[in-house]
């Protein structure tokens, strides 16, 4: 790379790719996680020859504790209230459905905003929970969020995204106090948000300040 592009490649959107050839989000998404995690991000690169990244990331000085984290959360992630959940990819829906539904949920499942819709619509009881990706084709999970809050104002909303928190905030992608999980993430990990998301002030889909892709 040339020191042109070499200063711009971690920022969102950028890529020296042609059109329809890049997003301008992987190393984006890579700086994000790394930086989160309190590391650093070295790049050295020369035309012709090639690029080296080296990442940093900070040593664990701490002893290790050696009671389970499975044993410590097991009690905290179960529940038995209804999520929506809306993800394209099939063996990730069938994934999270069984894990949560093993934890006591009752999951219902949508391929995307407009399915998610017609399954709202068809489901009579209350649904506790929706789980949406934040960037989807037709209908974005923003602009689901705020249909279903006409008929479903207390639902709350989880956002996911691959992309990164920072920058799905920083690019007005997502507005106001509402609850992200950036992906891929631990089934655990994601157990844990659900409840936290469940039990405390997350934002509702009748209240949140969503904004339309």
């Given at each position: ?47 012709d ?29 179960r ?15 069938e ?30 009881c ?51 106090d ?5 992906k891929p ?6 157990a ?22």
């Amino acid at each position: 790379m040339g020191e042109q592009t070499q200063s711009r490649i971690f920022e969102p959107f950028f890529t020296p790719k042609g059109p329809g050839k890049g997003t301008g989000l992987g190393l984006a998404t890579v700086y994000g996680v790394v930086k989160q995690s309190g590391g650093y991000v070295w790049v050295y690169s020369e035309l012709d020859h090639g690029t080296t990244f080296k990442i940093y990331l900070p040593q664990v000085g701490a002893e290790v504790d050696k009671q389970s984290p499975e044993t410590k959360q097991r009690g905290q992630q179960r529940g038995n209230e209804t999520i929506l959940f809306v993800e394209d990819e099939q063996s990730v829906r069938e994934l999270v459905k069984n894990y949560l539904g093993a934890n006591g949920y009752h999951v219902l499942e949508a391929s995307d905003g407009v399915q998610a819709l017609r399954v709202a619509v068809a489901y009579p009881c209350p649904i506790h929970t929706l789980i949406t990706d934040v960037v989807m084709p037709h209908l974005s999970g923003p602009e689901l969020a705020t249909k279903l809050g006409a008929e479903r104002g207390d639902m709350k909303v989880l956002f996911i995204s691959g992309y990164t928190d920072d920058t799905v905030f920083r690019h007005g992608v997502l507005e106001g106090d509402v609850a992200f999980l950036q992906k891929p993430f631990n089934l655990k990990a994601l157990a844990q948000k659900v409840r936290e998301v469940l039990s405390g002030d997350a934002v509702t889909v009748g209240r949140g300040d969503f904004k339309a892709l």
